[in-house]
Nanobody, 124 residues
Framework: QVQLVESGGGSVQAGGSLRLSCAAS????????MAWFRQAPGKEREFVAA????????YYADSVKGRFTISRDNAKNTVYLQMNSLYSEDTAVYYC?????????????????WGQGTQVTVSS
């Protein structure tokens, strides 16, 4: 069993930055492919970014490419999402997800474990 706890959300003005963290427990982070998804009010959950278990490969949604950076520190069992140049359209609840089969990628269905989410609100 893997437990994921997100933190770092909050309110920020457009153009600002936030860094989200996802602390994993119950399993060594290096055994997991990780990702961030988000869900805005009235919309379906969507892929944001993913990182392979070793950190060598990263994937981004087109809407965040060049603005967001996913990274991981396996020694700290933590995954990060650095978000820069935030738009009001980035307002959503952000979820961390883990795939123990190390497949990872953009498809939510491969991720077995999810955090509770952290709210990000960007005001224009």
């Amino acid at each position: 069993q893997v437990q994921l706890v997100e933190s770092g959300g909050g309110s920020v003005q457009a153009g600002g930055s936030l860094r989200l963290s996802c602390a994993a427990s119950g399993r060594t982070l290096s055994s997991l492919a990780m990702a961030w998804f988000r869900q805005a009010p009235g919309k379906e959950r969507e892929f944001v970014a993913a990182i392979s278990w070793g950190g060598g490969r990263t994937y981004y949604a087109d809407s965040v490419k060049g603005r967001f950076t996913i990274s991981r520190d396996n020694a700290k069992n933590t995954v990060y999402l650095q978000m820069n140049s935030l738009y009001s359209e980035d307002t959503a609840v952000y979820y961390c997800a883990a795939d123990p089969d190390r497949s990872g990628g953009r498809y939510a269905g491969v991720y077995d474990y999810w955090g509770q989410g952290t709210q990000v609100t960007v005001s224009s």
